[in-house]
């Protein structure tokens, strides 16, 4: 049975809060959702109104517990999800000063996932639902990903997305709240991934700057100091003239190079080698190079059929490795050189967030799409396509790419 505060109990803490919400006493005419968020290793909660205001947000990151153990181990994240659910979700009602049976409805990532932590969400929802006869909107993880900026910009579809995270690396265009074409994904490992195994085989985490930092954050805080062309790498998939992505062949690429380097120092794996900072710039580089090529071709593809607005054509650029400043400014130029204009949600709404999913429950409560009754059954899907699967369309079309020099400021 999960205890909610009571009436008076979260008046209390709200008075005593430091996050009191603003709009404490006055009335509240707009819907509130409740977004949970558990298909990873993060575990967050946030409560929206109907305008995307975030009145009060909750996360627990399980990042420093994964790097000591050297990657998700899905019970050990089942049992942080399990662990601490609750308090997350108190904390996001407490800070909005909203109680449960003040929520229009509850919105979940119930899809894709690691089953074992969507499981941990689901459950939860489940119950709290039922408990206070709230409607529950499923929400498929990638779909928020794409739609967070529409939280922070008035962005019309259809535009063209990119996400990026550590479980995918995807190319789609968003035609509306549940319409998605997907031009590409990665048929591999996705960029995220990658970059966390690079950094766990340099053993980043021994670095005293990046100590309790993500794969990704470690790769983009050395590269800052490094040089690419001492490591030349190659860019996936150049042969292949579709919106598909390859990172684990990137990722042989380096190993390879870090096992010559170590024998050349005399070092064993585990110990940090002098050129951290170049392997980390040239692997920076490299994904974003095959990242930006990848998109190049999905805009000219969209031209070419039309699939974007004619006026101010838009390119969303979402999911955690999109808080990488390298990898935006790369993109950038190339939207830039086709007359888009791109868009990246900050940082912390790349990133995995119960905001994004409440924001999600918004715009599907708004549409009255995808609102189930507390009582209906749903279930977790660790594997779910994003939209209609347009790679074969995409690949038959052969776009070459001109040549490009990305010309960027560090
Ligand atoms: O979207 P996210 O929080 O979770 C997934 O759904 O995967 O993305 C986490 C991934 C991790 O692989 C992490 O290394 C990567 O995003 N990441 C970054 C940066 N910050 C996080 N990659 C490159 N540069 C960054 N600054
Ligand atoms: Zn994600």
Known sequence: MIMFPTKIT????????????P??????????????????????????????????????????????????????????????????????????????????????????????????????????VRQHNKPFIPIHHMEAHALTVRMLHPVAFPFLVLLVSGGHSLLAVARGVDDFLLLGQSLDVAPGDALDKVARRLSLTKHPQCSTMSGGQAIELLA???????????????????????????????????MKKEAEEGIEEGTLLSCVNDIAAATQHTVATHLSKRTHRAILFCKANNLLLSSNPTLVVSGGVASNQYIRKTLSFIAEREGLSMLCPPAKFCTDNGVMIAWNGVERLREGIGILPPNVDVCYEPKAPLGVDMTEEVRAAGIRLPRVKIEISS
Request: charged letters at 20%.
């Open 224 to 258: 800052k100091d490094g040089d690419r062309m001492k490591f030349p790498l190659t860019t996936p998939m150049g042969k292949t003239h579709d919106c598909s992505f390859s990172f684990s062949g990137l990722r042989n690429q380096v190993t390879m190079m870090i």
């Open 23 to 128: 709009l404490l006493g006055k009335a509240r005419f707009s819907r509130l959702v409740l977004g949970i968020e558990t298909s990873c290793d993060d575990t967050g909660a946030a409560v929206l109104d109907e305008t995307g205001q975030i009145l009060g947000e909750s996360l627990h990151s399980q990042t420093e517990v994964h790097l000591r153990t050297g990657g998700i181990i899905p019970p050990v994240a089942q049992q942080l999800h399990r662990e601490n659910i609750e308090r997350v979700v108190q904390e996001a009602l407490e800070r909005s000063n909203v109680e449960p049976s003040q929520l229009s409805a509850v919105a979940t990532t119930v899809k894709p996932g690691m089953a074992l932590s969507l499981g941990i969400g689901l459950d939860f929802s489940r119950r709290l």
């Open 10 to 21: 979260v008046l209390r803490r709200m008075l005593q809060s430091r996050h009191c919400s």
